[in-house]
C-alpha cells in the first residue's frame, strides 16, 4: 500500500467522486468528528458524501453528525471511492471489515495503523486535526459551515480528555483557537462530550465503584462486567465505554 503525501491526499480529495466515509466501531467523538468534518469538506469540492458505521451511533454524540446521513449497512456498489477515518485495521471496522479491499484511502493518526489501503498517517493528538489541516490545505477555511468546525473541535477535545493527556501539543491548542474563533460553543460541546451521561451509563458507573477490586497493595484496580451483570441491569456496551476513566482515577 502506498503511503501517501499530504498534497497527493488533497490531489485525491479534489477529484469529485460519490464517496463512502467509515468510521470504527463503538465510534467515539473524534472518529465521528473527523468522518464528520469530511463529509463537508467533500460536498464543498463538489463530491457526495456519506458518513457509514458498522452499528448505531451513541446518543450522546449524535450532536456531531447532526443532520448527516448515517449508513450501518451497504455493499458499497454505489460508491465511486471509499475512506476509512481514524481507522487503524479492518477489524475495528466491524461487520464492514469484508469491503476492506475496496477502501480507497486511509487518514489516520495512530502509529501502529496497518496500512491496509493506501494512507496518510500523521502522529498527532487527534485525527480531526488532519482533517482541519487538510480542509485549510485546500484553500475551504473560510467556505465551511460552522459544524465543521464544531465537529472538528468534538473530535479533537474528546481525544485529548479536553485537552489535558500528554499527546496535546502547540499545534492542538493553535488548531483550536482557530476553531473558537469561527464561533463555535466549545463549552457545549466540552459538557455534551464529557458532562452528559445515560441513565444506562449512571448504573455502570454505580457498578464499577461497588465491584470494583484493588490488588498490588492499592497500585492496581479492575472490574469484570458480566454478561448476567448486563442482563439484569439492562445495559448495552454503549453504557460500558466509559468505566475505565472511572478507575484510572483513583491514586
Known amino acids: 500500500m502506498n503511503n501517501l503525501s499530504f498534497c497527493q491526499v488533497l490531489d485525491r480529495l479534489r477529484e469529485i467522486k460519490k464517496t463512502a466515509i467509515i468510521c470504527h466501531r463503538n465510534p467515539d467523538p473524534d472518529c465521528l468528528g473527523s468522518a464528520t468534518a469530511l463529509a463537508y469538506v467533500l460536498s464543498e469540492l463538489g463530491s457526495q458524501a456519506t458518513v457509514l458505521c458498522c452499528e448505531r451511533l451513541p ?13 450501518y449497512s451497504g455493499d458499497f456498489s454505489e460508491f465511486e471511492r471509499v475512506i476509512c477515518v481514524d481507522v487503524a485495521s479492518p477489524s475495528q471496522m466491524g461487520e ?36 482541519f ?6 484553500g475551504l477555511y473560510d467556505r465551511l459551515p460552522i459544524d465543521f468546525f464544531s465537529s472538528v473541535y468534538a473530535g479533537i477535545s474528546g481525544d485529548t480528555g479536553c485537552f ?27 459538557s455534551l462530550i464529557f458532562e452528559t451521561k445515560t441513565f444506562g451509563e449512571v448504573v455502570a458507573e454505580r457498578l464499577t465503584y461497588q465491584y470494583m477490586k484493588l490488588s498490588a497493595d492499592g497500585k492496581l484496580a479492575t472490574i469484570t462486567f458480566t454478561n448476567k451483570m448486563k442482563e439484569e441491569n439492562s445495559l448495552t456496551d454503549e453504557d460500558l465505554g466509559d468505566i475505565v476513566n472511572h478507575i484510572r482515577q483513583i491514586i
Open 96 to 131: 464492514l471489515d469484508k469491503f476492506s479491499h475496496r477502501v480507497d484511502l486511509t487518514i489516520d493518526h495512530h502509529t501502529m495503523n496497518t496500512r491496509f489501503s493506501d494512507y496518510y498517517m500523521e502522529d498527532c493528538a487527534a485525527c480531526a486535526q488532519i482533517i
Open 164 to 190: 489535558k493527556y500528554s499527546n496535546v501539543t502547540d499545534e492542538t491548542h493553535i488548531i483550536a483557537s482557530k476553531l473558537i474563533s469561527k464561533g463555535i460553543d466549545c463549552a457545549e460541546i466540552n
Open 133 to 138: 489541516k487538510i480542509a485549510e490545505g485546500l
Open 59 to 71: 446518543k450522546r454524540l449524535s450532536f456531531i453528525t447532526k443532520e448527516k446521513e448515517i449508513l
